[in-house]
């Protein structure tokens, strides 16, 4: 059964830096038929895809434009995770976040999302 | 970009009646060389993530009760309950993963009548 366990500070200040971190058990960030995800959620901006990081003989990332100037996402392949870093936040990225995997057999690109960490409420405030 | 556009944003349903949630996008999601819609539909109860009904656009994921069901092709979508039982009381989403950046529809928050 494969579980997504994420973690990381629930507030951060205005301009500093968002880090989360989703630990994967069950599957392998690195593995060629998953992709691993980033999506907020939030009242006034709904889901948000905000990107990617996958293998496909080598690694990959897709970024939103809305955020792409400021985000990171890497694997760890030590410790079998993935990571957010979104930096310069302001209120407007308060949000749950979730990380979330694609998964599907075969040479792919785009596949439906089908599994999802528990989420992270995170606070932007001074 | 992509949008996706849901109607209606809210809905009220008797027990055991059906509800209708449609999804329009804005582009075409239908990738011709497998013929597939790149078309998910989630379920949301509050205080818990998004959990996957739908995809390719009327694929039941596993474990899905056969009351609901999708159907559409190209730009416009539709999830159906076909007899509303209680537990069903959530919001739902519709996304296209046709192409990055992915989009979700705004959500249809279902009630009770």
């Known amino acids: 059964q494969v579980q997504l366990q994420q973690s990381g500070p629930g507030l951060v200040k205005p301009s500093q830096t968002l880090s989360l971190t989703c630990a994967i058990s069950?599957?392998?960030?690195?593995?060629?038929?998953?992709?691993w995800n980033w999506i907020r959620q939030s009242p006034s901006r709904g889901l948000e895809w905000l990107g990617r990081?996958?293998?496909?003989?080598?690694?990959?990332?897709d970024y939103a434009v809305s955020v792409k100037s400021r985000i990171t996402i890497n694997p760890d392949t030590s410790k079998n995770q993935f990571s957010l870093h979104l930096n310069s936040v302001t209120p407007e990225d308060a949000a749950v976040y979730y990380c979330a995997r694609q998964w599907g057999t075969g040479n792919w690109e785009n596949r439906n999302i089908d599994l999802w960490g528990r989420g992270t409420l995170v606070t932007v405030s001074s | 970009d992509i949008v996706m556009t849901q109607s209606p944003d809210s809905l009220a349903v008797s027990l055991g009646e059906r509800a209708t949630i449609n999804c329009k996008s804005s582009q075409n999601v239908l990738y011709s060389s497998n013929n597939k819609n790149y078309l998910a539909w989630y379920q949301q109860k509050p205080g818990q993530p998004p959990q996957l009904l739908i995809y390719?656009?009327?694929t039941r994921e596993s474990g899905v009760p056969d009351r609901f069901s999708g159907s559409g092709s190209g730009t416009d979508f539709t999830l159906t309950i076909s007899s509303l039982q209680a537990e069903d009381v959530a919001v739902y989403y519709c996304q296209q993963y046709y192409i990055t950046p992915y989009a979700f529809g705004q959500g249809t928050k279902l009630e009770i009548k």
């Open positions: 390719w656009a009327s």
């Open positions: 069950g599957d392998s960030v690195s593995s060629n038929t998953a992709a």
């Open positions: 990081t996958y293998y496909r003989s080598k690694w990959r990332n």
